[in-house]
């Protein structure tokens, strides 16, 4: 894979919500960035800037974890006035690589339906078909 230029490099950056997506956005941009995180829940053992904090500091970026609805949650009014910078982690990773693919998300169903694409794209590769899928 080929390092881009890309909008993620040398910028502040603000990752909302500490899940799963999160934490690899911060392991991922942590060398690449200036990169500060907040959670609605405070437990978390992080190092997390305070809410009162957030409105002080002018965020190039925000990355915002999937399961964060921006009309509900802790930070839902700088969100509302930032809505040009909120960015996903899957935003980051297609920042730094160029390279062709087929992202599945969603809560239930990406093995099948990675496994029926699987199928169709190897049964048309392996026949040459240029337009009809596969019996």
Known sequence: MKNKKNIF????ILIYGLG??????????????????FDDN?????????????????????IISPGIDISKCKLSTFLKKNLQKIYTDLDVLYSFYDNLSITITGTNGKSTTAKILHDALT???????????CD
């Open 9 to 12: 490099l040398r910028k502040k």
């Open 20 to 37: 799963k997506s999160g934490i690899s956005s911060y392991k991922f941009l942590k060398k690449k960035a200036d990169v500060y995180l």
């Open 42 to 62: 405070s437990k978390i053992n992080k190092k997390l800037v305070s809410l009162s904090k957030i409105s002080e500091i002018s965020f190039d970026v925000i």
């Open 123 to 133: 049964c048309r590769e392996k026949n040459n078909k240029k337009n009809d899928f």
